[in-house]
């Protein structure tokens, strides 16, 4: 496949992800709007696997987010994607992939996210993060807890007609408050616990689903809510949802809340010891001795429960001809069965200067990787 093309594909993934100033305006419909008659509405033909939706296609076109550019932008791009991804898999317990479509959020409305993700003021009365205390010391100012609001659509399909079958949303909170004293000052750090984060969180949900529950078109339907922890800055991976709850039946508030036991970790940079970590650090070594020239051999290491869920491998290396990225790609194959751990997927991505050079990927219960060079 053309790398060209490969990367206007993300381009264009990246571009229908919701995250600028919150001060934009909205140039979307109201909220609550739906298709009208003469819209034709229909779903793509392929399912990549249950583990992903079919999405909803109104005219032949994609439904952007009804909130796209108009909430906070989160801290990484590791941390947009966790927080999307993340999104859709805590929705897969609620929301079947055979029977439900993913669309876009089209209920919470760009003005509506402008004001929750603002402070609360006399001018803003529905902001969800507290009011400015006039502070500037980090351990003394109210901090900004709320960083972005994701909505994500689940529609199911009766007599040829789609209807909301349920809403996810996605409360990404801040672990630590990135801000400036003055404006184009330094950044300074106000650091959130997790107890305040958590505390913090589930007061806003009950007011979001409150104001959803009056959405034209919203009804009854069940509303998933999650809320994810931002990693910092500087963090090669990217935060996870902590904790979710489900309000059902109409109610205005969230049902009991659900632990969710979640990490990222990235080697060889982790902290800590491990049987998963010792057999990288090995496996990271073959591979080095076999270009001298790397740029490095880290992985995202996935945990659920403390058990080691998931794995991507990310090789940096510089440019080499066809014939080199063709044995070294073989080779890392080979090594990655041998060394990275058995009954979990795997995606290991070869990269150049030039953009990605390999791919390989193996799903649970497979031994042997998929592999392909790109042209």
């Given at each position: 496949?053309?790398?060209?093309?490969?990367?206007?594909?993300?381009?264009?993934?990246?571009?229908?992800?919701?995250?600028?100033?919150?001060?934009g305006?909205?140039?979307?419909?109201?909220?609550?709007?739906?298709?009208?008659?003469?819209?034709?509405?229909?779903?793509?033909?392929?399912?990549?696997?249950?583990?992903?939706?079919?999405?909803?296609?109104?005219?032949?076109?994609?439904?952007?987010?009804?909130?796209?550019?108009?909430?906070?932008?989160?801290?990484?791009?590791?941390?947009?994607?966790?927080?999307?991804?993340?999104?859709?898999?805590?929705?897969?317990?609620?929301?079947?992939?055979?029977?439900?479509?993913?669309?876009?959020?089209?209920?919470?409305?760009?003005?509506?996210?402008?004001?929750?993700?603002?402070?609360?003021?006399?001018?803003?009365?529905?902001?969800?993060?507290?009011?400015?205390?006039?502070?500037?010391?980090?351990?003394?100012?109210n901090?900004?807890?709320?960083?972005?609001?994701?909505?994500?659509?689940?529609m199911?399909?009766?007599?040829?007609?789609?209807?909301?079958?349920?809403?996810?949303?996605?409360?990404?909170?801040?672990?630590?408050?990135?801000?400036?004293?003055?404006?184009?000052?330094?950044?300074?750090?106000?650091?959130?616990?997790?107890?305040?984060?958590?505390?913090?969180?589930?007061?806003?949900?009950?007011?979001?689903?409150?104001q959803?529950r009056?959405?034209?078109?919203?009804?009854?339907?069940?509303?998933?809510?999650?809320?994810?922890?931002?990693?910092?800055?500087?963090?090669?991976?990217?935060?996870?949802?902590?904790?979710?709850a489900?309000?059902?039946?109409?109610?205005?508030?969230?049902?009991?809340?659900?632990?969710?036991?979640?990490?990222?970790?990235?080697?060889?940079?982790?902290?800590?010891?491990?049987?998963?970590?010792?057999?990288?650090?090995?496996?990271?070594?073959?591979?080095?001795?076999?270009?001298?020239?790397?740029?490095?051999?880290?992985?995202?290491?996935?945990?659920?429960?403390?058990?080691?869920?998931?794995?991507?491998?990310?090789?940096?290396?510089?440019?080499?001809?066809?014939?080199?990225?063709?044995?070294?790609?073989?080779?890392v194959?080979?090594?990655?069965?041998?060394?990275?751990?058995?009954?979990?997927?795997?995606?290991?991505?070869?990269?150049?200067?030039?953009?990605?050079?390999?791919?390989?990927?193996?799903?649970?219960?497979?031994?042997?990787?998929?592999?392909?060079?790109?042209?």
């Open positions: 496949m053309n790398k060209k093309i490969i990367a206007t594909l993300a381009a264009t993934v990246f571009l229908l992800s919701a995250c600028s100033d919150p001060t305006e909205s140039t979307v419909n109201n909220p609550g709007d739906t298709p009208g008659e003469k819209d034709k509405t229909t779903t793509t033909s392929h399912q990549l696997s249950t583990d992903y939706y079919k999405t909803v296609v109104t005219n032949g076109s994609y439904q952007p987010s009804q909130t796209r550019g108009s909430t906070l932008g989160l801290n990484s791009n590791f941390n947009l994607k966790a927080f999307e991804t993340g999104l859709m898999s805590l929705s897969q317990a609620h929301f079947d992939t055979d029977n439900h479509y993913f669309q876009e959020g089209q209920y919470i409305d760009s003005k509506t996210a402008n004001s929750w993700l603002k402070r609360e003021s006399k001018e803003n009365p529905n902001g969800l993060n507290p009011k400015d205390n006039g502070k500037d010391d980090p351990k003394e100012r901090p900004y807890y709320l960083n972005s609001v994701l909505e994500q659509d689940y199911i399909k009766k007599d040829d007609k789609f209807s909301l079958g349920g809403i996810s949303i996605g409360l990404s909170m801040n672990a630590i408050d990135y801000y400036q004293k003055v404006e184009f000052g330094d950044e300074y750090q106000t650091k959130i616990s997790r107890d305040e984060l958590l505390k913090q969180g589930k007061i806003m949900a009950d007011k979001i689903v409150q959803l009056e959405v034209e078109g919203v009804g009854k339907v069940p509303i998933v809510v999650g809320i994810f922890e931002q990693s910092p800055k500087d963090s090669l991976a990217g935060g996870s949802f902590i904790t979710e489900v309000s059902e039946n109409g109610s205005t508030k969230v049902g009991s809340w659900k632990t969710i036991n979640q990490k990222k970790v990235i080697f060889p940079l982790v902290n800590e010891t491990s049987n998963e970590l010792a057999n990288f650090e090995n496996f990271k070594s073959e591979v080095e001795n076999f270009f001298p020239n790397l740029s490095g051999v880290t992985a995202e290491a996935s945990y659920t429960d403390d058990k080691l869920v998931k794995m991507k491998v990310s090789i940096n290396t510089q440019f080499y001809g066809e014939s080199e990225i063709i044995g070294f790609t073989q080779y194959a080979d090594k990655a069965a041998t060394f990275l751990p058995p009954n979990i997927p795997i995606e290991i991505i070869i990269e150049s200067i030039n953009g990605t050079e390999s791919f390989m990927a193996r799903k649970t219960g497979e031994t042997k990787f998929y592999t392909h060079i790109f042209n």
